[in-house]
């Protein structure tokens, strides 16, 4: 049974600084998915990592997959107070599917 | 393109009461997700759709949920009787092409009070 942990689960930085998320799971999956959620709001999609070693950035987030260590990290450079959110992992079980387990987020606050 | 439309917002009931979600996927997309997410967890699936077939339930109470996709656009989530535990958000999803290398894009929830 495929098992997502995030760590950690609970994160408050100062702006300006540098921090990373991370997510692992236990059993071979090939697509990894990072989604943001702001209070009250629906899921947002970030990144969809599709592949070993495939890195995607947008702004001062950058997330990465490594398969063969079944990890991926949210990187986040600089941090600005806008990026307070609950940031979820999310992995494809693999089968015909294509169903998510979800990870238990990321809650993020970044103070001015 | 317009979103997952989902209503309503918030909906609060007593318990042993019935409900009732709707939503409306992305135009086109022919999967469709219905799950809970409970405060400071992850979202938990409860039924996966492919047209108007049901492609995954096995995590639904079906004593007391139900579900359906008439002609494979719009669905309807139902819960009777409701429960205390029941408390939560309910979102619904949708993908194209089953979910194939594309993120699955969510409505904005129905946030569900059982008193």
Known sequence: ELKVEQN???LSMQEGKNYTIYCNYSTTSDRLYWYRQDPGKSLESLFVLLSNGAVKQEGR???????????????ITAAVHDLSATYFCAVNTGDSNYQLIWGAGTKLIIKP | ????????????????????FWCNPISGHATLYWYQQILGQGPKLLIQFQNNGVVDDSQLPKDRF????????????????????????????????RGVNQPQHFGDGTRLSIL
């Open chain 1, 8 to 10: 950690p689960l609970f």
């Open chain 2, 66 to 97: 139900s579900a359906e996709r008439l002609k494979g656009v719009d669905s309807t989530l139902k819960i009777q009787p409701a429960k205390l535990e029941d408390s939560a958000v309910y979102l619904c999803a949708s993908s194209s092409l």
């Open chain 2, 1 to 20: 393109e317009a979103g997952v439309a989902q209503s309503p917002r918030y909906k609060i009931i007593e318990k042993r009461q019935s409900v009732a």
């Open chain 1, 61 to 75: 987030l950058m997330a990465s997959l490594d398969t063969k260590a079944r990890l991926s990290t949210l990187h």
